[in-house]
């Protein structure tokens, strides 16, 4: 199976991360395995590339963290939600990926030549 390069990618951390925070709060490893899920296995964010998008997010307001205890385990876990500057944030992303696919899409072939051209 071909994977996604994080390099080719990371540009759209923040969006898939967002994406996922838009209809309520995760945590780090809720947000790892739904980009793994969602993505079929094509793509698994990195910790150290989940964390830092965090860090980055927060400080630019984007998102904001919380600490939660979990009861059941008796761990405290950080929780992080999506702003109004993030939501914006996310919008302004989804824009410049349509722009960046038209434009991409331009260079790739769109049908495999069968030898018959």
């Not at 590339?49 to 009861?71: P, V």
Request: charged share 30%; glycine share 6%; aromatic share 12%.
């Amino acid at each position: 199976m071909t994977s996604i390069s994080s390099d080719v990618i990371r540009g759209y951390n923040d969006t898939m991360i967002l994406y996922l925070l838009l209809d309520a709060p995760s945590y780090g490893y809720a947000i790892s395995k739904q980009i793994k899920d969602l993505s079929q296995e094509k793509y698994v964010i990195k910790e150290t590339t989940l964390y830092s998008a965090f860090t980055r997010m927060e400080k630019n307001g984007y998102i904001a963290s919380f600490s939660d205890d979990d009861t059941a385990n008796g761990k405290r876990r950080t929780y992080y939600r999506i702003t109004e500057d993030g939501r914006q944030y996310y919008q302004e992303k989804c824009a410049e990926w349509a722009l960046t696919k038209d434009v991409v899409e331009r260079f790739i072939k769109q049908e495999v030549s069968n030898g018959n051209n």
